[in-house]
């Protein structure tokens, strides 16, 4: 977890079974980055902003969703999914 209070910003990453057993202790989310997400995982999609980004990847299929905007699309060979969502990630910042 890393949060920078300046930026007001705080960054979470979840095991599964800590999301079954403890749930989420915050409310809300500015972006939402899944890859491969389980049923449980796809839980933070319900919690989220409304204007937040959702960016999920399943295999090599991305999808990311901004208001008003749904953008699906698959990764090259050699295309890491690191890229894709740190440009969504500054986008917010």
């Known amino acids: 977890m890393l949060r920078n209070p300046k930026l007001d910003l705080l960054i979470a990453e979840y095991p599964d079974d800590i ?3 403890d749930g989420l202790f915050y ?11 389980s049923e449980t995982e796809m ?7 409304d204007d937040s980004i959702v960016v ?3 295999e090599q299929d991305i999808s990311i ?6 953008e699906d699309y ?3 060979a ?3 999914f690191t890229r ?3 440009k969504e990630i500054s986008s917010i910042l």
């Open 19 to 21: 999301l079954e057993e």
């Open 78 to 80: 050699d295309e890491p």
């Open 43 to 49: 839980m933070l999609v319900r919690d989220i902003f």
């Open 65 to 70: 969703r901004r208001p008003g905007l749904i």
């Open 27 to 37: 409310q809300g989310s500015n972006i939402v980055v899944l890859d491969n997400p």
């Open 84 to 86: 894709v969502y740190l």
């Open 74 to 76: 698959a990764l090259g």
């Open 56 to 58: 999920i990847k399943k």
